[in-house]
């Protein structure tokens, strides 16, 4: 990421506006100073540890509020010599859909109206991979069918992604990590990313989202499951608050035959480059100079 | 100077008051449809845009189609700027300030657009240079925002000049406003382009992803912004004493017809390529003009728009009918309704129809979408007419200017 430097300090300009609206707000209406500072939130990347220790404390205090939980809002960053990548053995999937319902369940996605980071595609197996002939809406007893196998497709994180070079104000990029992230609070809503992704991962909320209190997972990361805002866009982030401390992420873990693999690509000795040497992978829609980390592979 | 200025906004806050009772019934009647749209906006604010029928499959649709359609227009004022201040042809010269003012209205459109097809509008200020982050020189649509903005500028600057100088019946700087009518040209070209760019730029979509875009964009604009222009020369024509000659209107369908020809040459260029080759990328073309699995509610639109097309351009194209009142208000009534749809429907839905997932989402707009665009497109004609409306009297020099008690400025050019 190159780093500008505007001419005026905007940090200032905006701190001081801030201070200023919060102060009218609240004493105008009695009105929740949150909104305001929401309003003119920084960007993320420009927030000092002392903004983002202030402002992660105030949107514990707001879920706790709203949901009557303790939540805990990280802001961990990439760890040095990690680049995250995954990869998917479609010859194990049997489309159950436990992956999709899982990241729903750990990244507080809205059931109410639905967001699925994860779309889980039928295919006829005598057509192999063909996206227009494919169907996200099975409903049968029982999975999988015998003349069908299933592409589950979420955010590739691309190496080159087209989603990240247009977005008018630099609400999304991509970590040192390799995973491509949104500032909820920055995001203007414009959609230019949902139009340049070409794998359907960017989704956008509609309406203000909605999570049970129960339904809440209380360990959010910034940059990741947080509870959104409505008018933003967001994606699947690997599990951001997960992965960065080790863990694998919520879809890998539930997969019931194993067919989901997650590691690291700079690690020689890791699965993922274990699968990489041993196995063929391919990507989706190679043609788009996308590079994405995210593989698919026949295993059997 | 500060009592001359003042002395223009008031006497133009006059002129904006006084009119016949088809001025008010006019002015009433679109007062009625922004309040309907402000109404619907309200709603959307308040719900997300849930209430429309964008979905994540279809996600940018009517109002970025609107959108894209009025960029057009606006674009459209340079064919007048072309051949009065290039090639100095006098009875295009007298009316080239309609084109402006029609760019400005167009510009002001195009804005209102995008700002309600955003999700979060209270976060517009970070799209400002320096204040907000605006994210150049990668993002097309940053590029859109500067060069939308500077139109708009320059056009407004453009016209502020000429009306505030007929109000004081002093002669407009020409070394002022002379090189920024010409600078309008390049400018009016890269709005549309730039435009264009945000949609060829993205590889997700096929249906856009045409080198041939642009030049379409161009192509299509020059018929449509100066069809609503011909019309309106009619009116003043008829309704004030500004005698606009029959030939600077023939000229122009002349022209209109040069330009239509080109735009059905590249939309033929593009209909070769895609079905010859009958790739997947086919698909879009296909569900735009036969359908796709029963999905089909553009087809009608989209032949409607192809037949509007054509028969205009044969109507501007053959001297007796583009000379014949009748035929000649027949092709602009056909351009526009063609082009909108090209430009409003036929673009931005099939483009995203089937989804990059090959999902068939079929998306016609809401009732809230259509009373949000029917609100903004009266503003569009209420800030145009409101400008007509001043500019008028202004260049036919029948208002009551104010009593030359200073001598106009040394600076002043003859023209």
């Given amino acids: ?300 | 100077m500060a009592r001359r200025i003042f002395q223009f906004v008031t006497g133009s806050a006059r002129l904006m008051f006084q009119g016949g009772w088809a001025y008010h019934v006019w002015m009433t009647i679109l007062t009625f449809l922004v309040l309907s749209g402000i109404l619907a906006y309200g709603r959307q604010l308040r719900d997300g845009l849930i209430v429309t029928n964008m979905r994540d499959q279809v996600s940018w649709a009517f109002y970025i189609g609107n959108f894209t359609f009025l960029v057009g227009v606006a674009a459209a004022a340079v064919l007048l700027v072309i051949p009065a201040y290039v090639y100095n042809w006098k009875p295009i010269r007298e009316i080239a300030i309609f084109g402006e003012l029609l760019a400005i209205s167009a510009i002001v459109m195009c804005l209102l657009f995008v700002t309600v097809d955003i999700g979060r509008p209270d976060r517009a200020w970070h799209l400002l240079p320096f204040i907000g982050n605006l994210n150049l020189p990668a993002s097309l649509l940053g590029w859109d925002v500067v060069v939308l903005n500077a139109y708009l500028v320059l056009n407004l600057t453009i016209v502020l000049h000429f009306l505030y100088s007929a109000y004081h019946r002093q002669p407009y700087k020409a070394k002022f406003v002379v090189p920024l009518l010409l600078l309008s040209i390049p400018a009016a070209v890269s709005i549309h382009t730039v435009t264009a760019f945000v949609y060829a730029g993205m590889a997700s979509r096929p249906f856009w992803n045409a080198s041939i875009l642009a030049p379409r964009f161009l192509a299509s604009a020059f018929c449509s912004g100066p069809a609503i222009l011909l019309i309106l020369f009619q009116v003043l024509n008829r309704t004030t004493n500004i005698k606009i000659k029959d030939e600077a209107i023939w000229k122009i369908a002349e022209l209109m017809s040069y330009a239509m020809f080109i735009n059905l040459f590249l939309f033929g260029a593009e209909i070769f390529k895609e079905y010859y080759s009958d790739t997947h990328h086919l698909i879009h073309t296909r569900y735009l003009y036969s359908g796709v699995h029963g999905h089909d509610a553009l087809v009608p639109f989209a032949w409607a728009s192809i037949i509007c097309s054509v028969v205009a351009f044969v109507l501007f194209l053959l001297p007796a009918t583009r000379r014949n009142w009748f035929t000649l208000n027949l092709g602009c009534l056909l351009i526009y309704a063609g082009v909108y749809i090209e430009k409003g429907l036929a673009l931005v839905i099939p483009g995203m129809t089937p989804d990059t997932l090959g999902e068939f989402y079929e998306y016609v707009p809401t009732l809230t979408e259509v009373r949000v665009g029917a609100g903004i497109f009266s503003i569009g004609f209420m800030v145009f007419t409101v400008l007509c409306k001043i500019a008028i009297p202004l260049i036919q020099g029948t208002h009551d200017a104010p009593a030359r008690s200073a001598p106009a400025e040394g600076s002043v050019a003859a023209v």
């Fill in chain 1, 1 to 300: 990421m190159g780093s500008k430097k505007p001419a005026i300090s905007r940090r200032a300009f905006v701190a001081g506006g801030t201070t200023a609206m919060t102060a009218i707000a609240s004493g105008l209406a009695g009105a929740s100073p949150s909104f305001v500072e929401q309003m003119l939130r920084q960007r993320f990347v420009e927030l000092s540890p002392e903004d983002l220790e202030r402002i992660t404390s105030e949107m514990e205090r707001d879920y706790l509020q709203k949901y009557g939980k303790e939540c805990n809002v990280g802001t961990s960053k990439a760890q040095p010599g990690v680049l995250f990548g995954y990869a998917l053995d479609l010859s194990r999937c049997v489309g159950c859909r436990r992956c999709v319902y899982a990241c729903v369940n750990e990244n507080n996605q809205s059931r109410d109206p639905q967001i699925h980071w994860i779309r889980v595609l039928q295919m006829d197996k005598e057509k192999g991979i063909e996206l227009t002939e494919s169907d996200p809406y099975y409903d049968p007893e029982l999975v999988p069918e015998p003349d069908s196998f299933y592409m589950p497709v979420a955010c590739m994180q691309c190496r080159n992604p087209p989603c990240v070079k247009v977005c008018p104000v630099e609400a999304t990029w991509q970590e040192p990590d390799g995973i491509v992230v949104i500032d909820y609070d920055w995001c203007i809503g414009c959609r230019c990313c949902m139009s340049a992704c070409p794998y359907g991962a960017r989704h956008f909320n509609w309406a203000e989202p909605t999570v049970a209190s129960e339904e809440l997972n209380p360990d959010m990361h910034y940059l990741g499951n947080r509870v959104r805002p409505k008018g933003v866009v967001e994606k699947c982030t690997f599990c951001i608050h997960r992965v960065r401390e080790g863990r694998y992420p919520a879809c890998v873990e539930i997969c019931p035959v194993g067919a989901r693999k997650f590691g690291n690509l700079l690690d020689e000795e890791g699965e993922i480059r274990y699968l990489m040497r041993e196995k063929r992978v391919f990507v989706l829609k190679e043609d788009l100079n996308t590079q994405p980390k995210f593989y698919y592979f026949y295993a059997t």
